[in-house]
């Protein structure tokens, strides 16, 4: 089969490899789409050849994707060949302290499984057996379905935010995972602020649901400028940072007002550090959270959403190519062009 092979940073190389061969316990899905993301990009472009625990070169790129079962393992129940799945990229062990508190984020057993720009992909025993391997509800296209793993770790840090009716939230950031934020949160009913430096991305934020766009390159001041636009200046009741630099952590924490929570969603570097005023803590009773990837909980309920048209897929799938053209979709990845783009093997 077709795939594309990450051997390093900025080194992705189309190859001819063998379709992987399944246990019975396993099924191997043929790939009908996959979808590039921000955590694609990160790995294109990173500075070491130390990889997070998800990824482990040469190794397949890619991570969000449906397609249509192929093959079935004997000891597998429950689903039939040719039938249409989003396969997440990820399962908890549903065993460790933290899976047994429901805290399936942080399982000390989690099983990562890459290799989506494809033709075919195997979907590990545990995927199957955490409810992972979801079937696509009719009236939802390939590369929509594959919109569900972002979809679910945005909704789980929308949840975990609890924004109300009434609520002025501050989303720093319209990438694609800041964007997802502003259509969940508009589905919410609070009002809008969004940052970001390119001004495209600002309009299509517009065009979903934000309610106020600033561009940090006009505002000298974007604290200052994000509080003028809440009530009374004294800040937004939710702030949440979807960009993953420590300076912008440290700026999103200036937003909130007394009493507010902040939710720190993008992904900085593992080995940096952010300073905290001790009085935002401490008189303002700050509340500071962290937001680290999904649960089959939220899976399920990103493709509840997906089927019940409450995600504009539209704006998120920019351009559709094949993998044959990895060149541009790379290209697309690195400079930013477009929100998403789908890859059909
Ligand atoms: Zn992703
Ligand atoms: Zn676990």
């Not at 933290?98 to 979907?123: F, P, Q």
């Not at 009002?191 to 979903?208: C, G, M, P, V, W």
């Not at 089927?307 to 400079?335: G, M, Q, R, S, Y």
Request: glycine content about 8%; aromatic content about 6%; hydrophobic content about 40%.
């Amino acid at each position: 089969m077709k795939a594309a092979m990450f051997h390093g940073p900025e080194n992705v190389v189309l190859e001819e490899c063998d379709v992987p061969i399944i246990s019975d316990d396993e099924i191997l899905v043929k790939i009908e789409a996959a979808t590039t993301c921000g955590t694609d990009r990160k790995l294109y472009l990173r500075k070491t050849k130390k990889y997070p625990s998800y990824f482990s070169p040469p190794s397949i790129f890619g991570h969000e994707v449906a397609g249509k079962i192929d093959e079935i393992g004997k000891n597998v129940i429950g689903f039939e060949k040719g039938q249409r799945v989003f396969v997440h990229d990820s399962a908890p062990c549903m065993r460790c302290f933290y899976c047994k508190i429901g805290r399936h984020s942080l399982c000390d057993n989690i099983t990562w499984n890459w290799g989506t720009w494809a033709e075919y992909l195997r979907v590990p025993k545990e995927i199957i057996r955490c409810g992972n391997l979801v079937p696509i509800p009719e009236g939802l296209s390939f590369s929509e379905a594959a919109l569900t793993e972002p979809l679910s770790c945005v909704l789980m840090g929308v949840e975990r935010s609890n924004i109300g009716l009434g609520d002025t939230v501050v989303i720093n950031g319209a990438g694609p995972i800041g964007l997802f934020w502003t259509n969940l949160v508009r589905n919410k009913g609070a009002k809008i602020i969004q940052t970001d430096l390119d001004e495209d991305r600002l309009k299509i934020a517009r065009k979903i649901g934000a309610d106020i766009t600033l561009n940090v390159k006009d505002d000298e001041d974007i604290i200052k400028a994000v509080k003028k636009n809440t009530i009374n200046n004294r800040g937004a009741d939710i702030a949440v940072e979807a960009i993953g630099y420590p300076e912008t952590w440290e700026t999103t924490i200036r937003m909130a007002r007394k009493g507010g929570l902040v939710t720190l969603f993008g992904g900085p570097p593992p080995t940096s550090n952010i300073t905290v005023n001790t009085a935002l803590l401490h008189y303002n009773e700050l509340n500071l959270i962290g937001v680290f990837h999904t649960t089959p909980r939220y899976v399920q309920s990103s493709i509840n959403l997906l089927a019940n048209k409450k995600i504009d897929t539209d704006i998120f799938i920019t351009e559709t190519l094949k993998l044959d053209e990895l060149d541009k979709i790379l290209d697309n990845l690195v400079n930013r062009k477009g929100i998403k783009t789908a890859i059909i093997p």
